[in-house]
């Protein structure tokens, strides 16, 4: 595959391609957004996403979208390459992210391997860049940056003070703008400072809901009636003990998270911080919107939004992400291709390795070798999620898969789900040792 990349990156420095029709693209990836569609139909709580919901009305909403890994930095470095976090293996196997590793330096210092903006770059693209996109920050790879934000921006921020877990929960300040309103205001300057002259690519990455988290009051407000969900009883009796070690990380102190926070009476106070985090991203993301909207390019302008993975808030004992259960796996992905890709919900699971191949298609009308996924205006890929030295896949029929290592023969290690008739992941149809 090297040799063909070579002529591929070649061909495109020296024989730029036209973009179709001029077409721009924004590009939005929320940091740690579950599938709140799913949250609300399994546990009747509303999340407040207005623009989101609009935003879905208007273009192509995948409704069992899934991650490519189960934290941030593999997934992000996966969106960004079209590569599978088994292919990349960036950040597969580190608890804490890390650039000094090989892989790191082989994905990310290899000219052979382009990332969706240096690709657009070298075909006639403006790309710009601001928030949380990369796992770290690169700005080599972008034409132009904007604000970086950081977890350490929120440290201290929290009221009531918050002493069980590091996942520090609060209200932001009214007196201070919010490192995510500072991201919003720079991608709305420039989509309304943009002269035309060249199509651009847009990346506006929010920082919220990652933790540490802070909203303004008034999130915090829609959110004052809100419930702590309770875990089935006994329900990891029937997974392997791979399961429940994922499902009791992180610890505190060598405490699990989980049990820090339901034990200190703070369940209801981090449910509450999580979903205002939510809904005042999904203000942020109105205020994008409505500059597109505004502009000169409300027509040719592609938006997509979606996150690199989902969330636990108490789902199977566990908090955070993490895990191979659904709800650590779904995410949102919403596509307005201004008709590029029929219009309407597509209930069939889709997989984030096709982000890149759908950018570069959608703006380019071109596929890149590199690229493992495809463009979803013509197909999709199999969904296969990775940790470790394990991989969880979902068929079209709804059987979920999760193999926590791929080196041991048997069910021993195993779960199997049938997600059509349990999709609280209640029942492991291969009981492990059996």
């Known amino acids: 595959m090297k040799y063909i990349m070579r002529f591929f990156i070649a061909f495109s420095v020296f024989l730029p391609i036209t973009a179709t029709a001029n077409t721009n693209v924004v590009f ?13 139909e399994l546990y009747g709580q509303e999340v407040h996403t207005p623009n989101l919901d609009n935003l879905a009305q208007q273009g192509t909403s995948y409704t069992r979208a899934y991650t490519l890994a189960t934290w941030c930095q593999p997934a992000r470095a996966g969106i960004m390459y079209g590569l599978s976090a088994a292919t990349h293996k960036v950040g597969l196997t580190e608890s804490r992210p890390r650039q000094d590793t090989p892989e790191y330096s082989a994905l990310f210092d290899n000219p052979q391997l ?62 201070q703008v919010h490192p995510d309103q500072n991201v919003a ?29 802070a909203s303004p009051q008034w999130a915090w407000d829609m959110y004052s009636n809100v419930t702590a ?29 989980y049990d820090k926070i339901y034990a200190a009476g703070a369940k209801v106070h981090h449910t509450q911080g999580y979903l ?10 109105g205020q994008v919107l409505a ?19 989902g969330y636990h808030l108490g789902e199977k004992f566990h908090w955070r992400k993490h895990t191979y259960w659904e709800q650590s796996l779904r995410i949102p992905l919403i596509i307005d291709s201004k008709g590029a890709i029929p219009d309407g919900e597509v209930a069939l699971p889709v997989s984030l390795l096709d982000i890149a ?7 380019l009308n071109i596929s890149v070798p590199q690229h493992e996924g495809v463009s979803l205006r013509t197909g999709r890929s199999p969904v296969k999620i990775h940790m470790d030295n394990g991989e969880a896949t979902v068929s079209d029929a709804g059987m979920k898969v999760i193999d926590y290592d791929q080196s041991i023969t048997g069910d021993v290690d195993r779960e199997v789900y049938n997600l059509t008739s349990d999709e609280h992941e209640y029942t492991n149809l291969v009981v492990p040792g059996c």
């Open 28 to 40: 939005i990836p929320v940091d740690d957004l579950f599938d709140y569609n799913r949250f609300e």
């Open 114 to 175: 382009r990332s969706i903006p240096e690709i657009l770059s070298d075909n006639g693209y403006i790309t710009a860049s601001a928030g949380k996109v990369f796992h770290f920050a690169r700005p080599d790879k972008w034409d132009v940056n904007g604000p970086v934000v950081k977890m350490q921006s929120f440290t201290g921020v929290h009221n009531p003070p918050e002493i069980v877990t590091f996942m520090q929960a609060g209200v932001w300040p009214e007196d």
């Open 185 to 213: 205001n720079w991608g709305v300057d420039f989509i309304e400072n943009h002269d035309g002259q060249q199509p651009f690519f847009l990346t506006l990455g929010f920082f919220q809901p990652h933790v540490n988290r």
């Open 229 to 257: 969900i309770e875990p089935l009883p006994g329900d990891w009796d029937d997974i392997p003990a791979q399961g429940v070690e994922y499902a009791r990380r992180p610890y505190i102190f060598g405490v699990p998270e």
């Open 276 to 285: 205002a985090s939510v809904t005042y991203i999904d203000t942020l993301v």
């Open 291 to 309: 500059a597109v909207a505004a502009s000169p390019y409300a027509d040719n302008t592609i938006v997509i939004v979606t996150s690199d993975h």
């Open 357 to 363: 191949p759908t950018v570069v298609d959608l703006a």
